[in-house]
């Protein structure tokens, strides 16, 4: 099984509470082979880094082809965080996806948002498989 990996890269930190905020989205570039494509492949999951967490105890994601949210690819999916274990107000969190999925567009619009308090992600890495 051959992996590849989109990582969103050259960002601030995202500050996110415990609302959808479409402001808060990012965006992450299909970019296969050093060009933007069409993907088909099976998205397989998301990795996403954290500090400065306050009373958050996970983190509900989408995956839209649009900034507002509204055109979805990947539904509300919520996963724990796991703290750090010297500083527990870093963290992590991992969704497995494994969803087929064609995407024409060459952006796609990743939304977060916490159960409680806040967090500010600092590492996004969304990780696939071509198909095809």
């Known amino acids: 099984m051959n992996l590849n990996t989109l990582s969103v890269k050259n960002y601030d930190t995202i500050a996110i509470t415990n609302a ?3 402001n ?6 299909i970019d296969v082979n050093g ?3 069409i993907f088909t492949g ?3 999951g998301v990795y996403i880094n954290c500090d400065s967490i306050v009373t958050a105890k996970s983190i509900t994601i989408c995956i839209t082809k649009d900034a507002a949210g509204d ?8 996963a724990s965080l796991s ?8 963290g992590a969190a991992v969704w497995k996806v494994d969803l087929d999925a064609t995407i024409t567009n060459k952006i796609v619009y990743l939304h977060f948002k916490t159960d409680a308090g806040t967090l500010n992600i600092n590492k996004i890495k969304l990780v ?3 198909l095809g």
């Open 20 to 22: 959808w905020d479409a």
């Open 24 to 29: 808060r989205s990012k965006e992450i570039g």
């Open 35 to 37: 060009h933007q494509a």
């Open 42 to 44: 099976n998205i397989q």
């Open 71 to 78: 055109n979805i690819i990947l539904p509300d999916t919520l």
């Open 83 to 90: 703290y750090g274990k010297t500083t527990i107000t870093n």
């Open 128 to 130: 696939y498989r071509r």
